[in-house]
């Protein structure tokens, strides 16, 4: 090898020296001298021609590091063992820096070690760079023990590797146990699983994959595992949701239970969020209240601009006093607005919802249609009504009756006989008078209990109305014009004449009343069919076909709170001493007893229309009654038992039947009556009272006369019936009845009325 090969050598090895850090050096064992490559003195920071003794070359080195060097490197003096050791030494300059030292024995000819032959390397750098790597292995096995999650690494033959101190205790092994395991044969349950496939899934398609999936014995556990594919395998970080999974399907059961009440319940069902103010409804919003939930506006306006426009004001402001208090309920009865326009009265009820502050996040509830047990309520109440008024005035009424029959016929013969002294004359007509007002006082009573005894017959209604033409414009002022509108081919009505009299004339007096400076009436018929849909919608109506009556004026009109209590007994608008407040429920009363209906339409300032409807006559049974014929006074002399248990009424028409030219028999209960009959055979009419003391009522003392006397005539007279001879508001079918109290005209004429059916049916 030529000199410039040599130099192009040693040229390449300092440079490659230079840029590994190594050096050389070499003690000769023989003269006791070291020497140091160039590069060997750089690492050591000395001066370029600095070569130092054997023991100076030692004293460079750490002093914790120099017995070892020490030995190392008398061992290869004198024994030849070669060395290769890592340590510390200080540099010229004072910096303490890592290297490598590797030495070899020299040997001569004869094997004697003369020398040792070896290499320096500042491997500081490399040193530093393991420390660090060191020092992130150790962060991350930290930051892995750390974490909550449960880690665990799986090599590419599906063996455990590193598994972090939460995997141990969610798998319930310890990682020594499972280190370099196979992952199957540890854990069998997971070889046919989604675990199994979404982690092969993970590594054939090197992409994360994360699922929930559950293991069972021993582990008994859901899990949420993230799989993440490593070019070693596979990292998986996975967690225990045991817990989170069983609330999730709690609240999966809730809301499925939840879903099904909300369709199985008849009840609309909400659910209002108060965060986006959002309002779920069900759908039974659609089928209560003919509003599609989809539709409807998302927001509490959905609700809100369906509240009565009269009840929402108060409505908002409870419901808002709960929400921004602390309740935990609320609940209002409200009018809600139907699609079709109609007004529909609800229940509604909410639960509050509050978060940890005691802020309302939430409210869940339920709105209940209650207008048909709204109604019923209603319905019921009338009913009581009904019942207190019909017991109250039935209480008082045959007494009652008694007294104004005697004080309104002495009152009558009275004025009879006192034609050539006015003043007392006129003294016994306002005695007849008050008399006559206090009966019909009772009889409206009566009338608005459906407890009047009626008398239907089939009735022109044209006629009677005609009839009353005179008696209507006695009783208004001239100011008012009066209008009669008859409907050509009317239907016969099947109602009392003389209550249909008074119901008419009633009406006309209220409508007079509501006209004080003047106005029109109209009445006007017409025949009509209520359908069944408005019978639905109308209390106590049968669908069929009426003869309507309308009686309208032009006057002050009345305000619907005042429409809806109209028919109230005693309720009245009009000043004292001005009204009863029993007019109009009267013609009620009269109306629903005769199987018709009544109706007010009303506008303040226009003025109000009633409509009464009466049924149509199906038979000709009753006969026509085509209007009111004043009763004429005609006697007889005929033979009349009276039985009566008043002794002042049982004298009073005693008198006026022998006034009459009748031959009378009295006496003051139905024994003695029958005995009578027993004995005497010429008895040509009963005229008895019905509600009377001892074992029989009037009733059955009729049945035994005529068993008795075949052929005999009965003319029943009572205050209040109750129910002897009248049954669903109407007398029995040949049942004659005079009402307490009675002029000596109306007495005259049914009585005559009576024989005269005999003298007829003979």
């Known amino acids: 090898m030529s000199h410039t090969d040599i130099h192009d050598m040693s040229e390449l090895l300092r440079i490659g020296g230079a840029a590994a850090k190594l050096g050389g050096w070499r003690v000769d064992l023989i003269k006791g001298q070291i020497y140091w490559s160039s590069q060997t003195r750089a690492i050591h920071e000395v001066a370029p021609d600095y070569q130092p003794t054997l023991d100076e070359a030692m004293d460079f080195y750490a002093p914790e590091y120099r017995e070892q060097i020490q030995t190392v490197f008398n061992k290869c003096a004198t024994q030849g063992a070669p060395f290769d050791e890592v340590l510390q030494f200080i540099t010229g300059k004072g910096r303490r820096l890592w290297a490598r030292a590797i030495g070899e024995a020299v040997r001569d000819e004869e094997g004697t070690i003369i020398a040792i032959n070896g290499a320096f390397q500042d491997i500081s750098d490399l040193i530093a760079a393991r420390e660090k790597s060191e020092a992130l292995s150790r962060q991350l096995q930290q930051t892995l023990e750390s974490i909550s999650d449960a880690f665990f690494l799986i090599d590419k033959n599906w063996c455990f590797g590193y598994m972090n101190t939460q995997a141990e205790i969610l798998l319930q092994r310890r990682r020594d146990d499972l280190q370099g395991k196979h992952i199957w044969d540890e854990f069998p349950a997971a070889r046919d699983s989604d675990f199994r496939r979404n982690y092969e899934l993970a590594v054939s398609e090197q992409r994360t994959v994360r699922f929930t999936e559950y293991y069972p014995e021993p582990l008994n556990a859901w899990f949420d595992v993230s799989a993440y594919p490593t070019d070693d395998g596979l990292a998986v970080y996975f967690r225990d949701v045991t817990e989170r999974v069983a609330r999730e399907e ?171 002294q006015q003043q007392l004359r006129i003294l016994a007509e306002m005695t007849a008078t008050a008399a006559e007002r206090g009966a019909e006082l009772t009889n409206r009573l009566l009338a608005f209990a459906r407890r009047q005894p009626l008398e239907p017959r089939n009735v022109d209604v044209n006629k009677l109305i005609r009839n009353m033409d005179s008696l209507l414009r006695r009783t208004l002022q001239e100011s008012i014009d009066i209008e009669t509108v008859y409907a050509g081919g009317l239907w016969l009505s099947e109602v009392d004449p003389g209550q249909l009299e008074g119901a008419l004339l009633n009406l006309a007096i209220n409508a007079r009343d509501a006209m004080p400076t003047g106005g029109k009436l109209t009445i006007e018929t017409r025949n009509t069919l209520l359908d069944q849909d408005y019978a639905d919608n109308h209390d106590e109506v049968q669908a069929g076909q009426y003869v309507m009556i309308s009686v309208s004026d032009t006057g002050s009109g009345m305000a619907p709170e005042v429409v809806q209590k109209a028919f109230e007994p005693f309720f009245t608008t009009k000043q004292i001493g001005k009204g009863s407040g029993l007019g109009l429920s009267m013609v009620f009363g009269f109306a629903k007893q005769s199987l018709g209906h009544v109706k007010i339409y009303s506008e303040i300032g226009e003025g109000t229309t009633v409509k009464l409807y009466l049924p149509r006559a199906m038979s000709d049974d009753s006969g026509i009654y085509d209007g009111h014929l004043a009763p004429q006074i005609e006697g007889g002399k005929e033979n009349i038992l009276v039985v009566e248990d008043d002794p002042l009424v049982r004298e009073h028409v005693s008198e006026q039947l022998k006034g009459l030219g009748y031959r009378v028999h009295k006496t003051s209960n139905a024994d003695e009556a029958h005995d009578i009959l027993k004995q005497l055979s010429n008895i040509d009419l009963l005229f008895t009272d019905i509600v009377m003391p001892g074992t029989m009522n009037g009733r059955q003392l009729a049945d035994l006369a005529q068993q008795l006397r075949p052929g005999i005539k009965v003319l029943f007279t009572s205050g209040y019936t109750e129910n002897a001879i009248v049954h669903h508001g109407r007398l029995d079918r040949g049942v004659h009845l005079l009402n307490k109290p009675y002029r000596r005209q109306e007495l005259a004429a049914k009585v005559r009325r009576v024989l005269d059916e005999v003298d007829n049916n003979k």
């Open 250 to 420: 709690s609240l999966r059961i809730s809301n499925e239970r939840f879903s099904l009440i909300a369709k199985a319940t008849n009840d609309v069902i909400w659910d209002w969020e108060f965060n986006n103010n959002t309002i779920w409804w069900n759908e039974n919003l659609l089928t209560v209240f003919g509003y599609d939930p989809d539709k409807v506006e998302p927001g509490s306006e959905s609700w809100t601009h369906r509240i009565h426009v009269d009840d929402r004001a108060r409505v908002l402001k409870g419901i808002r006093a709960v929400i921004n208090g602390t309740g935990t309920s609320w609940q209002d009865q409200y009018r809600f607005m139907h699609a079709s326009g109609a007004a529909r009265t609800v229940s509604d009820r909410g639960f509050v919802i509050r978060d940890a502050h005691g802020q309302a996040i939430r409210m869940v509830g339920s709105m209940t249609d209650i207008s048909d047990s709204v109604e019923m309520n209603e319905r019921l109440q009338q009913a009581q009504k009904l019942e207190a008024v019909g017991q109250l005035t039935g209480g008082v009424a045959h007494d009652f009756n008694n007294l104004l029959t005697v004080i309104l016929g002495n009152a009558e013969l009275l004025s009879e006989q006192l034609t050539d």
